[in-house]
């Protein structure tokens, strides 16, 4: 092996020309490892503006994405990294501008840093050069004393369930594993997995919310040398692992007669309402955001309470929201509120006939009420739920 190669990773680009009517994206990136001798340069290439000019080749006008892909590669191993000011230890982010006239795309709005010419297919290019502020920022496994730490070398990876969703196994125990280099906590930054970090530990003693096994730590894969700080980071977070499914894969296969399933409106109010007594939100209380162990119990997971939301599931008050997380505490509790009762309505529509399944109905009811001051707090549903579940009689 030569002395440097690339190491390419993966590759993004500006969907944004798809509505736009336009033929090419104003904007792609390619991120790769550039490596020299013993250092490994993390890059992001992002061109802004039009290909087609560069390699003298109309026809990619009309390329699909992967033959988009395939030629950015081909144009970023023609780049010599070896004299660009790159920066150590975090991701350098090399923006070089095409042509911005075909793609109408302003190259110099917020482009700050280093900047030089570089010289690609016998063409003298602009470039500039920073930090990329879209790297993903790792925690320091020392900020998080309260978790279980396991190597991520201890870990067999099994399948991957979703984008940066795995199972593993340590010492034969299965778990599932989120890692931070996911796309879930791409789109919003270290908060996210900061969030869900804190809440973990906060809401451990919770009942009927979910608890972690540990996280996973490793040293930081930007470090430039091996002889750079090694201080581990947290690279992912340890789950359990939930036999029996999400409730709404039970509800899609109608297996909910299986289990005593009466009890699951009432944990998962009561653990809502733990949310709200520390004054939090969930913001996405669905039923897949609700998995069933192997007791049978109900557990919320997805628990940052800013990680995202379904539109379906949000209150009507909210729903065309554009920014529903910056909603007051008291906005975002309502809501909260209004999916219970939705995932309540969902529970009864699969229930049988019953004094149990008149109460759901007629609770979800009071919960979903349009006038969003007129809803019924969570202790009052909780508290009739409970009365019927164990009296068999009907309420209000």
């Known amino acids: 092996m030569s002395k440097t190669h690339l190491e390419l990773k993966s590759y993004s680009e500006n969907r944004d ?159 599932i594993l989120k890692i931070v280099d996911c796309p879930f906590y791409k789109s919003n930054g270290f908060t996210v997995s900061k969030r869900e970090l804190d809440n973990l530990e906060n809401f451990y003693g919770a009942p009927n919310i979910v608890k972690p096994r540990g996280v996973v730590v490793s040293t930081n894969p930007y470090m430039t040398s091996k002889d750079s700080n090694r201080e581990p980071i947290m690279t992912g977070i340890l789950l359990p692992t939930y036999p029996e499914g999400s409730l709404r894969e039970i509800l899609s296969e109608n297996r909910m007669a299986k289990y005593a399933w009466k009890k699951w409106p009432i944990q998962i109010g009561t653990a809502l309402n733990c949310f709200h007594e520390a004054n939090q939100t969930h913001m996405d209380i669905k039923p897949s955001n609700i998995a069933i162990d192997s007791e049978g119990d109900a557990e919320i997971i997805e628990i940052s309470g800013i990680s995202g939301i379904t539109r379906e599931w949000c209150s009507p008050e909210i729903r065309d929201e554009a920014s529903p997380f910056d909603l007051s505490f008291e906005q975002r509790r309502l809501n909260d509120i209004w999916a219970y009762g939705k995932l309540l309505s969902e529970i009864g529509l699969h229930a049988k006939d019953g004094p149990f399944r008149n109460s759901l109905e007629q609770v979800a009811k009071c919960l979903m009420q349009d006038n969003c001051q007129s809803r019924m707090s969570l202790p009052t549903a909780i508290s009739r739920l409970k009365s019927t579940r164990h009296r068999r009689c009907t309420i209000l």
């Open 17 to 175: 020309f798809l509505a736009q009517g336009k033929t090419e994206p104003s904007s792609r990136s390619q991120t790769l490892i550039y490596h020299e001798k013993d250092s490994r340069w993390w890059i992001k290439v992002t061109l802004i503006g039009s290909i087609a000019n560069l390699l003298d080749n109309d026809q990619i006008q009309q390329a699909s994405k992967c033959q988009r892909r395939v030629l950015f590669q081909d144009l970023v191993r023609r780049i010599n990294y070896e004299p660009l000011p790159l920066i150590a230890n975090t991701v350098t982010e090399l923006i070089v501008e095409g042509d911005t006239s075909a793609t109408g795309q302003n190259s110099e709005v917020g482009l700050v840093g280093t900047s030089g010419t570089l010289e690609i297919l016998d063409r003298s290019l602009n470039y500039r050069i920073r930090e990329d502020p879209l790297r993903v920022v790792y925690p320091k496994a020392a900020d998080y004393a309260f978790f279980r730490k396991i190597n991520d070398e201890e870990l067999t990876r099994d399948t991957e369930i979703s984008d940066g969703v795995f199972r593993v196994y340590n010492n034969g125990t299965q778990y």
